[in-house]
């Protein structure tokens, strides 16, 4: 339908790598709704470009450029600015239902029985479950909303600093007024609850739809090896380690089969860091940066293009490809692929 959509912000490269593995994972659940992922100025052409191939729309929103109400609500508020640039949803208006979800979430079934649902529905904070967490929420598209959403934000700010607490305050009888607005909690599953209560997840967790990689460490500040499919890095930090290791397999998966093809694309012969990398046998300390924390990995190479794996046989890479040990950054890279493809249509 084309008059409802799934929306994702992205105001970063890091985020943008998020957004593009949730809408592989809409895409592979059979989402019938459009994607769209709003971006800031900030996110790079190459991860534009990857991002349109797997989104319908995506839509630059520069809330310092509007100069409309957005604007000068920020104006009063600069704290608030990628709050602001989330509310920027309900600008939508060519669509009449929207599901917004978290760049650091991923869909892991079809959920398109949201749209059922009508505005604001969103599950329970973990943290505090009379709030809603505002990860997955259902909305409505409209001018007028945005704007009583921008006035109220700026006189009142968030208690939390960011859009869960101004969105909380605005729709502030989602804990009591009508019960169909709470979506079950499996619609926006965190780390954070699964180790707060593990019966309950052993118990529930199967029925999972989408997992929100809340929190500062997310999914792309680790590393993955393409070698050993495992993830390899491990960020520094007070709450690295807490994602599930299960979740955060699969995301890394995702991005490995899924985004990364495209980024190489993307980015051609440049070089960029994907944390994807092929561990060997020299254990060189590789450092890199993931928003304001620091990673680690061992590995002899840590950036795209850059890798030096020993040669093998064609046996052999065949064998490491059946078993899904693809090199994406060597012999198996997109450009590689492409090249003997060409030749055979030839
Ligand atoms: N976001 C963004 N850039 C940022 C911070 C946040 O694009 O620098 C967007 C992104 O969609 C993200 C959402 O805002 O998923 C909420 O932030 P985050 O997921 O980091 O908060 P948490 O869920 O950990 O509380
Ligand atoms: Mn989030």
């Known amino acids: 339908m084309s008059d409802e959509a799934f929306v994702t912000l992205a105001t970063n490269d890091g985020y943008a790598k998020g957004a593009m593995v949730l809408g592989c994972s809409l895409r592979d659940h059979h989402a019938t709704r459009n994607l769209v992922a709003l971006i800031g100025p900030h996110v790079t052409e190459s991860c534009r470009q990857a991002l349109r191939s797997i989104f319908d729309e995506v839509r630059l929103v520069d809330v310092m450029d509007s100069g409309d109400a957005a604007h000068l609500a920020l104006m009063q508020r600069p704290d608030l600015g990628v709050t602001f640039t ?16 978290d760049a650091d979430t991923m869909a892991l079934s079809n959920i398109d029985e949201l749209f059922e649902r ?21 909305f409505r598209p409209s001018i007028e909303t945005h704007e009583k959403l921008l006035t109220f934000c700026a006189d009142n700010g968030s208690f939390d600093g960011g859009d869960q607490g101004v969105l909380n305050s605005f729709f502030n009888t989602w804990a009591t007024a009508d019960i169909s607005k709470h979506l079950p909690f499996v619609y926006n599953l965190s780390s954070i609850a699964i180790y707060s209560y593990l019966p309950a997840f052993k118990h529930y967790g199967r029925d999972a739809k989408v997992v929100h990689f809340l929190g500062k460490t997310k999914p ?57 990398m092929q561990l060997g046998n020299d254990d060189k300390l590789h450092q890199y940066e993931c928003g304001d924390q620091t990673a680690a990995v061992t590995s002899t190479a840590a950036s795209a293009g850059v890798t030096t794996p020993p040669p093998i046989s064609s046996e052999e890479r065949k064998q490491r490809w059946e078993a899904g040990q693809i090199d994406y950054l060597g012999d198996d890279s997109f450009a590689n692929i492409e090249r003997k493809l060409d030749s055979f249509l030839k």
Not at 118 to 138: K, Y
Not at 223 to 252: F, I, K, M, N, T
């Open 86 to 101: 989330k509310l920027h949803c309900w600008t939508l208006t060519h669509y009449d239902k929207c599901v917004f979800m």
């Open 118 to 138: 009508e505005e604001l529905s969103a599950a329970p904070d973990p943290g505090w479950p009379d709030c809603f967490n505002s990860g997955v929420f259902v």
């Open 220 to 276: 792309w500040c680790y590393a993955y090896d393409a070698q050993s499919g495992e993830v390899a890095g491990r960020p520094e930090g007070p709450d690295s380690g807490r994602l599930h290791p299960d979740y955060l397999q699969s995301w890394w998966r995702l991005f490995a089969t899924s985004v990364m093809p495209l980024l190489q694309r993307a980015y051609g012969d440049a070089p960029f860091d994907s944390g994807v």
